[in-house]
């Protein structure tokens, strides 16, 4: 028993923690599917087929790069808005009694409602989709900021006004990096949540796109191209948490160490 837990603990720490648990998964999938024989759970060497053929194509870069796009404009917007809008809310009461009605309001209405309002009011644009997108990202955004706003440690602030440093600097070098937790943990979940209604916007009102190619592939039943597709686009935002996140986040809060 203790050597299979230091086994565990030795593998935890090696650089194949992360993928190992990816890779059996991978494996009990393919053992599955040839296990069945179903149309309905192709196994990944099909779908890395599929993957390959619609990168080769150019299908695939056209229409993820289009998502990107929207993806990109709506996580910044939301972050920008979000942040803004949680950090006043945070800072002031009257803010806050005042705003959070209509905060709770917007978090709890569904998303298909707004995209299909956005629709209606501004067209199938381009404009139609980015601003439902954002709308329905804000307000997490700016409740995980207003909690973290709340929970600065006003004694460093104190201190900052002792030592006479500007607003900006106060703002910059002891307010904002105690809300660093906050905005990478919203900027986490703003991803995960933003590219599933860019997937949603697409299928409703674009034709370019990941969601776009995925609702073609379901009028087909091609379940193949549906996970080729979500399989690329899993990948790309892992590259993002790994190369970009991570990277910054580490960065960041180096001077916690």
């Not at 990109?72 to 809008?85: K, P, Y």
């Not at 809310?89 to 299909?116: E, F, K, Q, R």
């Not at 909690?147 to 070098?173: H, I, P």
Request: overall charge positive; glycine content about 8%.
């Amino acid at each position: 028993m203790q050597s299979l837990l230091k086994f565990g603990a030795l593998l935890a720490q090696s650089r194949w923690a992360r993928i190992l648990p990816v890779l059996l998964a991978l494996c009990a999938w393919q053992l599955l599917a040839l296990q069945l024989q179903s149309k309905t759970l192709p196994p990944p060497s099909a779908v890395l087929s599929i993957l390959w053929q619609e990168l080769y194509g150019g299908d695939l870069l056209f229409h993820l790069g289009m998502t990107l796009v929207r993806v990109a404009i709506s996580f910044g917007a939301a972050m920008l808005l979000g942040v803004a809008l949680g950090i006043l809310m945070g800072h002031s009461n009257t803010w806050d009694h005042l705003l959070d009605a209509l905060l709770i309001l917007a978090l709890n209405i569904p998303a298909l409602v707004t995209i299909i309002l956005c629709y209606i009011w501004f067209g199938l644009s381009e404009a139609a989709a980015v601003i439902a997108v954002t709308v329905n990202k804000i307000p997490m955004v700016a409740i995980s900021l207003r909690e973290g706003a709340r929970a600065v440690d006003k004694k460093l602030l104190q201190v900052a006004q002792v030592y006479r440093l500007s607003r900006r600097d106060t703002f910059f070098k002891v307010y904002l990096p105690q809300l660093t937790p906050y905005l990478f943990g919203s900027a986490r979940n703003g991803l995960s949540i933003i590219w599933k209604i860019v997937l949603v916007v697409e299928l409703l009102g674009r034709s370019n796109g990941v969601g776009f190619q995925i609702g073609s592939f379901f009028h087909f039943f091609d379940i193949t191209g549906i996970l080729a597709y979500t399989l690329a686009f899993s990948l790309v935002i892992f590259g993002v948490e790994a190369l970009l996140l991570r990277p910054l986040e580490t960065h960041l809060n180096r001077w916690r160490a």
